[in-house]
């Protein structure tokens, strides 16, 4: 191949690359996918460094179809090729849970950790951590996700909006055995861990958390809305109707209307009379 030549199926491959990735950030990951296969399909398969990049970005497009069976087969080829093994299984462990594959999923995530050293944790982690207890609890397997929940909160660090994801998952897993006692205290650890990230001092009200993070902060935002809903839903549990109330009521001035919030505190009002 003479240089002209060469030069322009890299010019070519890379083009393709920037076009999935433009089509991915613009909300088309149908359009991406098309662009990285042929980008994947210019480049060859001795261009390992390359296609590791681009597979990526194609499980990404894949996951964001929720095709999880072809997201994992990406991250067996990504890491066939060289790519990072351990973030590789934690993705594949995210991908298992997403197709209902607790055991796998699990599996994947331990062997995963077993394979970090020096005390940080490879990108995947998180994802795949708080996807393999999903997937334990919605195989009722309450036990096996209390488990990866108690194991990640014991590993410590300081990463609190993580602890505060993964205390709002204990909290659905206790709810679920009907340990409202404890679900309600694992989600005040979550609240408490998420605005004190934002330098909202513990004991924080909802409207103070609220003007705290803002809504600019979108992952953070929702996670604060599931977080006041479950510590409303939980008094209701627990039958304590005007402490639900209460709360549900806050939740509609700080976050605006909302019809199943609605729905609820016009059902506390039944249980007050």
């Known amino acids: 191949m003479n240089s002209r030549v060469a030069g322009s199926a890299i010019s070519r491959k890379k083009q393709l690359r ?10 088309d990951p149908s359009g991406a996918l098309t662009s ?13 460094k390359f296609n590791i990049d681009v597979l990526s970005y194609r499980a990404e497009a894949e996951m964001l179809l929720d095709d999880f069976e072809a997201a994992d087969h990406s991250w067996d080829l ?9 973030s590789g299984r934690y993705m594949k462990s995210f991908c298992q849970s997403r197709l209902g594959n607790k055991d796998q999923a699990v599996a994947l995530y331990r062997e995963a950790l077993g394979m970090e050293t020096g005390g940080k944790k490879s990108p995947g982690y998180e994802e795949a951590l708080i996807e393999a207890g999903a ?20 590993d410590g660090g300081d990463n609190k909006r993580f602890e505060s994801r993964v205390y709002s998952q204990m909290g659905l897993c206790q709810m679920a055995e009907e340990d409202y006692e404890g679900a309600a205290d694992s989600f005040a650890q979550g609240y408490d861990r998420l605005i004190t990230s934002y330098n909202a ?6 409207e103070q958390a609220a003007q705290a993070i803002t809504q600019e902060n979108a992952a953070d935002w929702q996670l604060l809305k599931e977080l006041a809903f479950h510590q409303a839903a939980v008094c209701e549990y627990e039958q304590d109707y005007e402490g639900a109330k209460s709360r549900f009521e806050t939740y509609l001035q700080v976050f605006g209307d909302d019809e199943a919030v609605q729905h609820e505190i016009d059902f506390l009002k039944t249980r007050m009379r």
Do not use: P, R
Request: hydrophobic fraction near 45%; charge should be negative.
């Open 78 to 86: 990504i890491m066939e090729q060289g790519g990072n093994a351990i």
């Open 201 to 206: 001092g513990t004991g924080a009200s909802l």
């Open 18 to 27: 920037e076009e999935g990735i433009e089509k991915l950030q613009a909300g």
């Open 36 to 48: 990285f296969e042929e980008a994947l399909a210019a480049a060859g398969a001795d261009d390992k």
């Open 135 to 154: 997937a334990c609890m919605e195989a009722a397997d309450y036990d096996g996700a209390k488990a990866l929940y108690e194991e990640a909160l014991k």
